[in-house]
């Protein structure tokens, strides 16, 4: 990875003006106010300081983006697969262009470190990139018949126009694996970020792909409330498939309202990752690797491990070398190169997350390490002596809070992860592979890593969760699947007899 930024860097030289205009939204090819009547401030989660006020938008807004998506789409579709392929390189290589503009507006909007920025402002050139290729891989089949003279052909064609809804913390990627997919492949987006991410997560985006010269009306963003907008967006009878990332209460909504609707959905949905050490685990390149799946990104991250379970033997060992380690992180100043945890992204978090914390305490959890929280930066906690039925463990804590439990045996183990209606990432370390391997295999999730991170994303591989963390996958051509349709065709190539 180090080389690969290093390269970027180097060739990242290109001067361009920044962006600007955040106060309006790309609405049918052109920049406008929403029409809601009223506004929202953008605020940086570590300073407090308003970065844009932004006019919302309105049901009529969101219809205003659908009907121009469909208007824009069939053409799009028609457009030659290389001209598809240039508009996401080229968007590609404004990312790298325009990378430092790209970080800033990640760590000053969503309180991401420049450690987490970087990996995020990679995920997203690397996602361009694999969507480049995407209007290529699409194959259609000649299958045989056994009617005499027939041939049956199945046609794969794009959808038509995607609903796309992402979340704050990792606000241009989670955008970004829907978007670029979905307009390689030849449809058109109509795309909601977070409102605590508008810019990282729309706006950003619009004008990355305006500058890369896609057409007008292929992507719309819109801004605003779910409580407004929302089941407008869900609701409207123009998108084929809804793609959202979040929480399982609103993955769970929008599917009822989808299904009602007959609509195809993509959900990437919360998580309760277990992080498994067995017996014969190397302990020191499982707490590194700890280390880096619990306070990524201050915890707020879909993947990050929510529970370390630890052999019984080796508990204590792994506990003394998991806290010395953790007191070494820096806390604070998400600008600064060294920083791990910075803030989180707005109080009502920070509040959710020490509700938590006094309530797995007052079970019988202990407290190894708790610092109080400085604006909304809240230092690491790690929590011992923690069960699998306390609150820190039952649910997603979506924080820097680190909860352990023991196990006796790899099938106690294996009984715990699984003990819990999620099913996104997981880890298990241990000295032998294959054994590592055969446990994978019986965790009830839709990834699983040995001796690694659980904090993991590829843009070519199969993203995606099991249980109450998801339908469908991201990435690669698994991306190619959600993102088209199947058409039959077949053709009577001689008379045919009926009776």
Request: overall charge negative; charged content about 25%; some cysteine.
């Amino acid at each position: 990875m180090q080389l690969k930024q290093k390269e970027f860097q180097d060739s990242s030289q290109t001067l361009r003006t920044p962006y600007d205009g955040f106060d309006l939204l790309s609405l049918d090819g052109a920049w406008r106010a929403g029409r809601a009547g009223n506004r929202m401030n953008d605020i940086n989660p570590y300073t407090g300081e308003v970065l844009v006020e932004i006019p919302l938008c309105s049901k009529e807004d969101v219809d205003d983006a659908y009907y121009a998506a469909e208007r824009a789409q069939n053409q799009w579709a028609n457009a030659l697969p290389q001209e598809r392929r240039d508009v996401l390189e080229r968007a590609a290589q404004i990312v790298i262009d325009r990378k430092e503009e790209i970080i800033d507006w990640l760590i000053k909007e969503s309180g991401s470190t420049r450690i987490k920025a970087n990996w995020e402002w990679e995920l997203v050139h690397f996602g361009m990139l694999e969507a480049a290729s995407f209007p290529f891989h699409v194959k259609s089949q000649i299958l045989p018949s056994s009617i005499p003279g027939k041939e049956s052909r199945v046609y794969r064609q794009p959808v038509g126009v995607v609903g796309v809804i992402s979340p704050w913390n990792f606000p241009l990627y989670l955008s970004n694996r829907s978007v670029a997919p979905a307009l390689a492949l030849g449809d058109a987006v109509v795309l909601k970020p977070a409102s605590d991410t508008p810019i990282c997560g729309g706006l950003l985006l619009a004008k990355i792909f305006e500058e890369a010269g896609l057409p007008s009306g292929v992507l719309n963003v819109v801004v605003g409330s779910g409580g407004e907008i929302g089941d407008a967006f869900v609701d409207h009878p123009v998108p084929r498939v809804l793609s959202f990332t979040g929480s399982t209460p609103v993955g769970r909504h929008i599917g009822e309202h989808s299904g009602r609707m007959v609509k195809r959905v993509c959900l990437e949905l919360g998580g309760n990752n277990p992080f498994v050490v067995l017996k014969d685990a190397d302990l020191d390149r499982a707490v590194e690797a700890a280390v880096h799946g619990k306070f990524m990104h201050q915890g707020q991250v879909c993947m990050a491990i929510n529970r370390i379970l630890v052999d019984e033997s080796k508990y204590d060992d792994f506990l003394e070398l998991f806290t010395k380690a953790v007191k070494k992180l820096k806390v604070g100043n998400p600008h600064d190169s060294e920083t791990l945890i910075g803030p989180l992204i707005n109080r009502s978090q920070l509040e959710k997350i020490e509700k938590l914390v006094d309530a797995t305490l007052a079970r019988g959890a202990s407290a190894v390490l708790r610092g109080q929280a400085k604006g909304l930066v809240l230092p690491p906690i790690i929590l011992a002596d923690v069960t699998n039925d306390m609150p820190a463990a039952k649910e997603e804590i979506f924080g820097p809070v680190a909860s352990m439990l023991r196990f006796d045996g790899e099938e106690e183990a294996l009984r715990i992860a699984n003990d819990t209606e999620y099913g996104l990432s997981s880890a298990v370390f241990t000295k032998d592979i294959e054994r590592g391997v055969r446990f994978a295999k019986k965790i009830q999730a839709g990834m699983t890593h040995v001796n690694d991170s659980p904090v993991q994303d590829e843009p070519h591989t199969a993203f995606g969760g099991e249980k109450a963390s998801g339908i469908g996958r991201f990435g690669g051509e698994w991306a190619i699947r959600e993102f088209t349709t199947d058409h039959w065709i077949s053709v009577q190539e001689k008379p045919r007899f009926y009776f």
